[in-house]
């Protein structure tokens, strides 16, 4: 069974640090794209950043470039989201895909269930 579950989430003031993490199984973590997306109330999902597990590129949404960095380990199946000097309208749902092609492909195969992160003004 193919499973992402995020951690790592919560209520932090702004200016903050929070670390998210995106545990994987069921699948070969070397081969696939993951992702970080986020949804804020009333607001459609937007992606925030991507990481090939097979080569390690990076992509980063221009509103968080500078401020959040992925990375993998793949001996864990794990995909962080380091974010740092968060702002409040940072706050949304965070969400962790996964797919098989690459980060430029907007198909997303696997789907966690997410974790909120909050900051406060």
């Known amino acids: 069974e193919v499973q992402l579950v995020e951690s790592g989430g919560g209520l932090v003031q702004a200016g903050g640090s929070l670390r998210l993490s995106c545990a994987a199984s069921g699948f070969t973590f070397d081969d696939y794209a993951i992702g970080w997306f986020r949804q804020a109330p009333g607001k459609g999902r937007e992606g925030v950043s991507c990481?090939?597990?097979?080569?390690?590129?990076?992509y980063y949404a221009d509103s968080v470039k500078g401020r959040f960095t992925i990375s993998s380990d793949n001996a864990k199946n794990t995909v962080y989201l380091q974010m740092n000097d968060l702002k409040p309208e940072d706050t949304a749902v965070y969400y962790c895909?996964?797919?098989?092609?690459?980060?430029?492909?907007?198909?997303?195969?696997?789907w966690g269930q997410g974790t909120q992160v909050t900051v406060s003004s």
């Open positions: 895909a996964a797919n098989t092609a690459s980060c430029l492909s907007p198909q997303y195969d696997y």
């Open positions: 990481i090939s597990s097979s080569d390690g590129s990076t």
